[in-house]
């Protein structure tokens, strides 16, 4: 049987590894000179391979259609893909946050382990060949596909040409035009896994550049007093908002949620970061308490250096409204309760996703409604496979987006 994979992606690479290695005859291609240009940037060039979770940890870190992706994940695991890696030379190794990546840190090496594998299986690999149209037969079934340069008959056609961010890898959204030719449906595209505006003009110019680690955030609809998502870990402030792996994580939730571009401009969505979570606030009223203490003939201004990052002073001092210039030692008791009520709730207001050139990845894409969640296959055209982002699936950061493209890949490539 002839296979035609459109899209030399992680999810395209492993459906014509797997379409291969069932004796079929598969070509793979790409419109890029080389393959995998998305894969080399993932986990900022080390290539985050996938999370040592259990599969159904999986499906909870995946909010966007995690359970359409049970058979799949079930299908090719992370044990798979360790595997699969190992036997191409590649050893592993686990990091924070059961992050798996290569012992080389280097994602080139990931990409070489692909491409030594479609070499051996003698899949025939064409660059630079954009597909303009998917061919289907009076029957409705896929039997072709036309590139720029040429006609090509095939049996079976698997589409994996990504979502819509980091369009310079050549992910332009380029699968959905093709799929929607077919008849498919194309659930709203919208960035994921992707910073955060926020209104706090002020806020971008003080703060920019301060890194946070282990501190907690909430994300709120304040219009409903309802809790949308909540984290720990690394964020970070930017020219614009905020980014970093917890606002990344939260964005995924956040672009799902009912109603959000008027709660946006709305001024309803909250970010409330804990700038203390390993203290309570009886905790951390004494150790402010000690701080003042030992700074007591200081200005209040002066007494915040062993508390805070040295960047973030001015801007509590403000939130706090305590006089910079008063001494410690006459800061009163209800000025030290909102000062600790700042520092457990720093609120800042989201105005706006980052747009989706910015975006790790794309929420939405092919409705799984139109898609066999066994095999992969169109609904709507036989023949025709989907795999990778294509789908209308998203997770959030930690390996989880990388294991679904190999996982759908895997799945599409064996059917």
Avoid: W
């Avoid at 909010?63 to 190992?86: E, V």
């Avoid at 630079?128 to 040429?150: A, F, R, W, Y």
């Amino acid at each position: 049987m002839k296979v035609v994979v459109i899209g030399g992606g992680p999810a395209g690479m492993m459906a014509a590894i797997s379409a291969s290695e069932k004796g079929n005859e598969v070509l793979l291609l790409e419109k890029n000179k080389s393959l995998g240009r998305k894969l080399l940037i993932t986990g900022k060039g080390r290539c985050n391979i996938t999370s040592s979770l259990t599969m159904d940890e999986f499906i909870k870190n995946t909010p966007g259609n995690g359970m359409f992706l049970y058979s799949a994940f079930n299908s090719f695991t992370n044990q798979d893909i360790i595997k699969f890696f190992k036997e191409q030379g590649l050893e592993v190794k686990e990091e924070r946050g059961n992050r798996i990546f290569p012992v080389t840190d280097k994602a080139q090496d990931v990409l070489k382990c692909f491409e030594r594998k479609l070499k051996e299986l003698k899949v025939k690999t064409f660059y630079e060949s954009p597909v303009t149209e998917i061919l289907i037969d009076n029957e409705n079934k896929v039997c072709g596909v036309k590139t720029t340069k040429e006609k090509i008959n095939a049996d079976k056609v698997i589409l994996a040409t990504g979502g819509k961010s980091y369009p310079l890898t050549g992910s332009t959204g380029d699968g959905y035009k093709l799929a929607q030719k077919l008849g498919h449906t194309i659930t709203p595209i919208k960035p994921s896994l992707v910073p955060l505006e926020t209104y706090e003009q002020n806020l971008h110019k003080e703060l920019q550049g301060l890194s946070l680690k282990n501190v907690k955030i909430k994300i709120l609809d304040i219009s409903k007093n309802k809790e949308i998502y909540e984290d720990f870990g690394e964020m970070l402030f930017t020219h614009f908002g905020v980014s970093g792996p917890i606002i990344l994580s939260g964005s995924a939730h956040l672009v799902r949620y009912k109603n959000i571009d008027t709660l946006l401009k709305n001024k309803q969505i909250k970010l409330a970061i804990d700038l203390k979570p390993a203290l309570t606030e009886e905790k951390l009223n004494e150790r402010i308490l000690r701080d003042f203490n030992e700074f007591k003939n200081k200005n209040f201004k002066n007494s915040l250096d062993k508390l805070l990052p040295q960047k973030l002073i001015n801007t509590i001092i403000e939130y706090s409204k305590i006089d910079p210039e008063k001494q410690v030692n006459s800061i009163t008791k209800q000025e030290r309760k909102h000062l600790i009520q700042i520092l457990k709730n720093f609120e800042i207001t989201i105005k706006d996703f980052r747009k989706i050139e910015d975006a790790i990845i794309t929420s939405g894409g092919i409705n799984i409604k139109e898609v066999n969640p066994k095999t992969m296959e169109s609904k709507k055209v036989k023949g025709l496979y989907f795999a990778g982002e294509i789908l209308d699936v998203d997770s959030y950061t930690g390996g989880f987006n990388l294991q679904i493209a190999y996982s759908t890949g895997y799945v599409a490539g064996n059917h």
